[in-house]
């Protein structure tokens, strides 16, 4: 299945690393690559600019968010998108968010996944099985009743 998967993360590594695992997994996912939180908000808040970059597919895009980086962190996004799209729900479903972290901490995840929007939790590195559920995710953000 064809989408674009947004990686915002400031470490490079770590987003070549994603790059390359979704590139072995389906060659025709774009991986878009955002180094900081500043710049996924300006990309969410702009709908000409967002649709520019995932290739205007038409669908959501799916956000693998970091928690820890400098400026804005994980965290402060998901407020941001929180306030920002909290009575535009088609904005806010442009995007489906999951948490890329290297923190394996409990209270991280419980707090990451008390935002209605944030699907899922990864933790450093993607493997097969968090593809999978990347796709599975992104599969009930566009046909929610088509999954049970």
């Known amino acids: ?7 915002v993360d ?8 994603v790059k390359r ?4 997994w389906d060659r025709s996912c774009k991986v878009i690559e ?3 939180g500043e710049n996924i ?26 928690i820890n980086m400098p400026g804005l962190n994980g965290f402060d996004v998901l407020d941001a998108i929180q306030q920002r799209f909290a009575e535009d729900e088609e904005r806010r479903s442009m995007v489906v968010v999951m948490m890329f972290t290297s923190s394996d901490n409990v209270q991280d995840q419980e707090r990451a996944l008390s935002y209605d929007f944030v699907k899922d939790y990864i933790v450093k590195p993607l493997d097969g099985d968090d593809l999978n559920r990347i796709i599975r995710r992104h599969a009930e953000a566009t046909t929610p009743e088509a999954v049970g």
């Open 10 to 17: 400031d470490d490079e590594v770590d987003r070549y690393l």
């Open 1 to 7: 299945m064809t989408f674009p998967i947004i990686v």
């Open 34 to 36: 955002v180094a900081d």
């Open 21 to 24: 695992a979704v590139t072995k």
């Open 41 to 66: 908000i300006t990309m969410v808040e702009d709908p000409a600019l967002f649709h520019r970059e995932t290739d205007g597919q038409g669908q959501p895009a799916v956000v693998l968010l970091d």
